[in-house]
């Protein structure tokens, strides 16, 4: 691991929005702006809850995760085409380009949209054409994780596994998602065994707002790699020395979890406890329509409060390669790159 040279709080918000980073945890569904929304809208005759894009921004205020989950599928309605998934997931992977993203592993999910009446096929080709054209026009790598909605039942769950199968060359992995409480991760412990024999890479949605129990059985239950939120992994010492030891890497969502009020404000924020404990977390964005940010507002906003510097700025990019699904080869050239953006930054 790199030494870095101590940067002044002026100079940090250049640096985190220079170095190179890979993004984990981030649902398409969640990047549709309500500049786009009204757009799709319009495009596709769907009529919208709310007369304009101000009154639409200001009804974006949470409580917990259900009240976000309620608003945000009313914001799906408007997608219908193979063409609005590839306008959505083209607008985030220039705004995540912008951040300087170099890799993103994009979670979305079909059931809602053929509880719909679309097709699956609409969904993933659409976000996949983007992905791959993010790469000529953004110099960027793009994958698509498909989240289960643990909301429904695990039969569900199997019959959207299959239905995706004909495209499972456009898939890196399956995650799980949406309302936590109430839905252990057991629940699906089939389905992602089934994915598992099938090649896909396996994460899952733990510890947002659900106890640590939720984490050991993502862990052990779902067998996943990585743990997406499970900032609530704080409250038990025996997890925490198993994500450290395993180097189970957590994908953290700051502004996500200030909205959804999971902490009461950024300064009581537990990212920098779970890095000095040796965690292998990264910064996300989650839904960063809904929950005022991108990327590099996530890190700038949580650095400040926080109070974090350089060493943890290299460090969390430097766990977002570990933590991604990309070979080898490709984490040592970003790895360089990031190396290289340390070493010269004034
Ligand atoms: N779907 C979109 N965002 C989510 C979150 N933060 N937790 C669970 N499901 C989600
Ligand atoms: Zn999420």
């Known amino acids: 691991m790199l030494k870095v040279k101590p940067v002044s709080p002026e100079r940090l918000p250049d640096l985190l929005r220079l170095m190179p980073k890979a993004e984990l945890h981030m649902h398409i569904e969640g990047s549709l702006e309500p500049e786009l929304m009204f757009a799709l809208g319009l495009r596709n005759g769907v009529s919208m809850a709310y007369p304009d894009v101000e009154s639409l921004r200001s009804a974006y205020v949470f409580d917990n995760?259900?009240?976000?989950?309620?608003?945000?599928?009313?914001?799906?309605?408007?997608?219908?085409?193979?063409?609005?998934?590839?306008?959505?997931?083209?607008?985030?992977?220039?705004?995540?380009?912008?951040?300087?993203?170099?890799?993103?592993?994009?979670?979305?999910?079909?059931?809602?949209?053929?509880?719909?009446?679309l097709s699956t096929e609409v969904v993933i080709n659409g976000l996949h054409r983007a992905c791959v054209d993010a790469r000529a026009e953004f110099g960027m790598s793009a994958s698509l994780i498909l989240c289960f909605l643990r909301h429904l039942s695990e039969k569900e769950a199997f019959e959207c596994l299959e239905q995706v199968l004909p495209l499972r060359d456009k898939l890196l992995g399956v995650g799980l998602a949406s309302s936590e409480l109430g839905h252990p991760p057991e629940k699906f412990a089939r389905v992602f065994a089934r994915a598992r024999a099938l090649g896909l890479r396996l994460v899952a949605h733990a510890g947002e707002e659900a106890p640590p129990a939720y984490i050991w059985s993502a862990l052990d239950a779902l067998k996943v790699a990585r743990i997406d939120h499970g900032v609530q992994a704080t409250r038990d010492p025996a997890l925490m020395?198993?994500?450290?030891?395993?180097?189970?890497?957590?994908?953290?969502?700051?502004?996500?979890?200030?909205?959804?009020?999971?902490?009461?404000?950024?300064?009581?924020?537990?990212?920098?406890?779970?890095?000095?404990?040796?965690?292998?977390?990264?910064?996300?964005?989650?839904?960063?329509?809904?929950?005022?940010?991108?990327?590099?507002?996530?890190?700038?906003?949580?650095?400040?409060?926080?109070?974090?510097?350089?060493?943890?700025?290299?460090?969390?990019?430097?766990?977002?390669?570990?933590?991604?699904?990309?070979?080898?080869?490709?984490?040592?050239?970003?790895?360089?790159?990031?190396?290289?953006?340390?070493?010269?930054?004034?």
């Open 65 to 117: 995760l259900q009240d976000f989950l309620d608003i945000y599928h009313t914001g799906t309605l408007v997608l219908r085409t193979e063409q609005d998934f590839y306008d959505m997931a083209h607008a985030y992977l220039a705004r995540a380009a912008a951040d300087n993203v170099v890799h993103a592993e994009i979670f979305f999910d079909t059931q809602t949209h053929t509880g719909h009446g």
């Open 241 to 346: 020395a198993r994500l450290a030891k395993d180097r189970i890497p957590l994908t953290v969502c700051p502004l996500s979890n200030l909205k959804l009020r999971v902490f009461p404000t950024l300064a009581e924020h537990n990212l920098g406890r779970l890095l000095e404990a040796g965690i292998v977390a990264t910064v996300n964005s989650d839904d960063p329509s809904y929950f005022g940010g991108y990327i590099n507002q996530n890190f700038t906003q949580t650095f400040a409060a926080l109070n974090l510097g350089a060493q943890h700025a290299y460090q969390l990019a430097h766990n977002s390669f570990e933590a991604s699904f990309i070979d080898d080869e490709l984490k040592r050239q970003y790895i360089d790159r990031l190396n290289g953006v340390f070493e010269t930054f004034q």
